[in-house]
């Protein structure tokens, strides 16, 4: 049972990111998918989740608009997608299962917007 994401990326102001989790091991539509992201020295940040089984997807306030959540139930993954990203952005994301606390977490993905 696990949730792998993709790789590090490395973006400039402005333009989007896209993050991808995988799951395996479980039946990928039995459980919400969180994404969350942890900027340099700060806590975690919840940016929403979304139901694999019917891709409805909640947004947290801070992220609406800007983000947007989809969910492959042919491949089993889920992603996450950032426009417009600032250096705020700047943060490694995370997706994690279920609800509050999260009982399987993806090994995290790097995103660093840099000029």
């Known amino acids: 049972i696990q949730l792998v994401q993709s790789g590090a990326e490395v973006r400039t102001p402005g333009t989007s990111v896209k993050v991808s989790c995988k799951a395996s091991?479980?039946?990928?539509?039995?459980?919400?998918i969180n994404w969350l992201r942890q900027a340099p020295g700060q806590g975690f940040e919840w940016m929403g989740r979304i139901d694999p089984e019917d891709g409805k997807a909640k947004y947290a306030e801070t992220f609406q608009g800007r983000v947007a959540f989809t969910a492959d139930t042919s491949t089993n993954t889920v992603y996450v997608e950032l426009t417009r990203v600032t250096f705020n952005d700047t943060a490694v994301y995370y997706c994690?299962?279920?609800?509050?606390?999260?009982?399987?977490w993806g090994q995290g993905t790097q995103v660093t917007v840099s000029s």
């Open positions: 091991g479980y039946t990928f539509t039995s459980y919400f």
């Open positions: 994690a299962r279920g609800g509050n606390p999260y009982d399987l």
